[in-house]
């Protein structure tokens, strides 16, 4: 069974990078057929999906993010990254890494949907605060 696992700070200044990993076990991030995500759940409200990458290394962003955030990979690591430059108190939030196989997904637009996902990481609280 395929494990995710994020890491990375529980409090972030404004105007600061955030940036978290998640670390893969049970399962190659460049060799099985999944499309490794990130996705958020601020206070109060729902999940909103924000990026992936895939096992090909494609990247695939959120429409209202894709001018602020970036995925990375390291295969040799089996790790896969967010940083979103900038923060504000806006993004502060659950943060998941999730993902789904390749052969669940019948469009593109799959991939949006949080509740898609079967493979979850337990999630971290980020705090964005002075």
Same mark, same amino acid.
């Given at each position: 069974?395929?494990?995710?696992?994020?890491?990375?700070?529980?409090?972030?200044?404004?105007?600061?990078?955030?940036?978290?990993?998640?670390?893969?076990?049970?399962?190659?991030?460049?060799?099985?057929? !999944?499309?490794?995500?990130?996705?958020?759940?601020? =206070?109060?409200?729902?999940?909103?999906?924000?990026?992936?990458?895939?096992?090909?290394g494609?990247?695939? !962003?959120?429409?209202?993010?894709?001018?602020?955030?970036?995925?990375?990979?390291?295969?040799?690591?089996?790790?896969f990254?967010?940083?979103?430059?900038?923060?504000? =108190?806006?993004?502060?939030?659950?943060?998941?890494?999730?993902?789904?196989?390749s052969?669940?997904?019948?469009?593109?637009?799959?991939?949006?949907? =949080?509740?898609? !996902?079967?493979?979850?990481?337990?999630?971290?609280?980020?705090?964005?605060?002075?």
């Amino acid at each position: 069974q395929v494990q995710l696992q994020e890491s990375g700070p529980d409090l972030v200044k404004p105007s600061q990078t955030l940036s978290l990993t998640c670390s893969v076990s049970s399962g190659s991030i460049g060799n099985s057929y !999944y499309y490794w995500s990130w996705i958020r759940q601020p =206070p109060g409200k729902g999940l909103e999906w924000m990026g992936a990458v895939g096992y090909r290394g494609s990247t695939y !962003y959120s429409p209202s993010l894709k001018s602020h955030i970036s995925i990375s990979r390291d295969t040799s690591k089996n790790q896969f990254s967010l940083q979103l430059p900038s923060v504000t =108190p806006e993004d502060t939030a659950v943060y998941y890494c999730a993902a789904i196989g390749s052969w669940a997904i019948t469009t593109v637009q799959t991939l949006c949907v =949080p509740h898609e !996902y079967d493979l979850w990481g337990q999630g971290t609280q980020v705090t964005v605060s002075s």
